[in-house]
């Protein structure tokens, strides 16, 4: 039977594709493997965020192909949709499949395993560079039903199916399988796409317009995971706060969020992150009346200078979005409060960067998420001119990610003596398991334990929570 790996790179909203993914392809009957030297096809699921995560993906590309040659390698996700040519041309590829096309991925690996050098549709382009836009298939036929034969190791170029990613309308969920015993936490995508134009970002060019599952379909899938075992589960999007503004009627994400409090039995539900305009008072007050709701707000930043945040066109002011954390702060003084920030923004100064730095150290963030500005192709903010020099970027990615250190450890440090309620995850060593808070700290629990379970954890000091973190992060 043939076999395929998967290696996701990016956000939580990559990681529910890669999941989706893997289960189209297992009800297709394809057999995973978790190391790539083993598997007939790579399937590599790409994030293009930065100009970083591009690089990281190439050289991913070229690591798979020198060490397991005669694996098909197959490119999916944000950056495969954003320049698909650059991947078509990597020694190995045989597939490029853009965002718009992702759910065709079962049927082209049918169609690179069969017999013949044709396809079955005869639509799919033969030549690189060629992009054909077509209506994403949504039957999956299972390879066992096939007739087919071992995969013949004579190769073509590459070829991409990609899209018109702001063609689609609709948002769609694979079949489910059951929770893998190394996802104890499955992330469920409800939304997809941004109608934002955020200067620096390209996502939007690579997501398409937002769109969001049904309630119904949300409530189904919610139960399903359930019945299957989740105790926890995270609410993703790429702008989840818009949630449902796409649907016909309207439909609001604190309204979805309390049907599935009244019509599933799941025991504690996350959310990924909320844009600061879209955590409103019914929101927190919502969180802060439900046990079953993770205490962890992730609340985008970027930047704590009015100046920047204008060229960056995001829609509201450092004073707005203090409001917004002070609002979650009061309501629930133990929540875990997360931001991204981005250095080294074209035009930013010494000046703009000190108030951001200020900005943050005087809010109760308890951790953040710090990314060095990288032009991306197409994005207003790559022509703007005025850029920070690497060296200078870098010095003040730095200096953020020290105070975000400070501020984790000092939420820590206030956290210490509490008796928690923690969810075990997959890792752990002969006499320790890991587990997550609601409040988003990791802790090790005594004992080897089985994954997804609850237990109480008494957080301990600062330090050693730090160097248990340290451990952990050290092993991954
Ligand atoms: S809100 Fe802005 S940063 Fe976030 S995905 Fe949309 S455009 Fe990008």
């Known amino acids: 039977m043939a076999t395929f790996s998967l290696e996701n790179f990016g956000c939580r909203a990559t990681e529910a594709d890669a999941a989706a993914m893997r289960r189209a392809l297992r009800s297709a009957g394809w057999t995973m493997r978790d190391q790539h030297d083993s598997a007939d096809v790579v399937v590599l699921n790409t994030c293009t965020v930065t100009s970083a995560a591009d690089s990281q993906a190439r050289d991913a590309v070229r690591k798979i192909h020198r060490a397991h040659p005669a694996a098909r390698i197959l490119v999916t996700g944000c ?67 096939l007739d087919t034969e071992p995969m013949s190791l004579a190769r073509g170029p590459a070829k991409i199916l990609t899209g018109d990613i702001f063609a689609q309308t609709t948002l769609q969920v694979n079949p ?74 309207r439909v609001e994400l604190a309204d979805l969020v309390r049907c599935i409090l009244n019509q599933t039995a799941l025991e504690q539900l996350r959310f990924s992150s909320i844009e ?92 953040l998420h710090v990314f060095s500005f990288s032009a991306r192709p197409g994005t207003r903010a790559a022509d703007l001119g005025a850029p920070v020099s690497l060296a200078v970027t870098r010095d003040r990615a730095r200096a953020l990610r020290t105070l975000g250190q400070q501020k984790a450890a000092a939420f820590r440090e206030l956290q210490t003596g509490r008796t928690l309620r923690a969810l075990t995850l997959a890792r752990g060593g002969a006499t320790w398991t890991e587990a997550l808070t609601g409040n988003y700290l990791k802790v090790r629990v005594e004992g080897p334990r089985p994954a997804n379970q609850w237990c109480e954890a008494r957080i301990n000091s600062a330090q050693e929570a730090a160097a248990r973190e340290e451990a952990l992060s050290s092993r991954r």
């Not at 190394?182 to 934002?196: A, E, F, M, V, Y």
């Not at 009061?330 to 080294?344: K, M, N, R, T, Y």
């Not at 150290?361 to 308890?366: N, V």
């Open 79 to 145: 950056y495969a949709q954003r320049a698909p040519e650059d991947l078509a041309q990597l020694p190995g590829v045989s597939w490029v499949v853009g965002n718009s096309h992702q759910t065709e991925i079962p049927r082209l690996l049918r169609e690179m395993f069969a017999p013949g050098p044709g396809h079955a549709d005869g639509s799919v382009a033969d030549s690189p560079g060629e992009i054909l836009d077509r209506t994403p298939a949504r039957d999956f036929v299972p390879l066992a039903a």
């Open 176 to 249: 489910r399988e059951g929770i893998p015993a190394d996802r104890t936490r499955p992330i469920l995508k409800i939304q997809d796409g941004c109608n934002n134009r955020c200067s620096y970002c390209v996502i939007p060019f690579v997501r398409g317009r937002s769109r969001s599952l049904p309630p119904i379909e949300v409530l189904g899938e919610i139960q399903k995971l359930v019945a299957a075992g989740a105790k926890e589960i995270v609410l993703s999007g790429i702008n989840l706060g818009s949630y449902g503004r796409d649907l016909a009627p």
């Open 276 to 367: 600061p305009q879209d955590i409103t008072e019914d929101f927190v007050a919502l969180a802060t009346a439900s046990p079953r709701i993770a205490p962890h707000f992730h609340v985008p930043l970027q930047s704590g200078a009015d100046r920047i945040l204008r060229a960056m066109h995001r829609w509201y002011r450092a004073a707005h979005y203090a409001e917004r954390i002070q609002l979650i702060r009061s309501a629930l003084p133990d929540a875990a409060i997360g931001a991204d920030v981005i250095a080294g923004f074209p035009g930013e100064t010494d000046e703009d960067f000190a108030a951001t730095f200020a900005f943050i150290a005087r809010l109760p963030f308890t951790y």
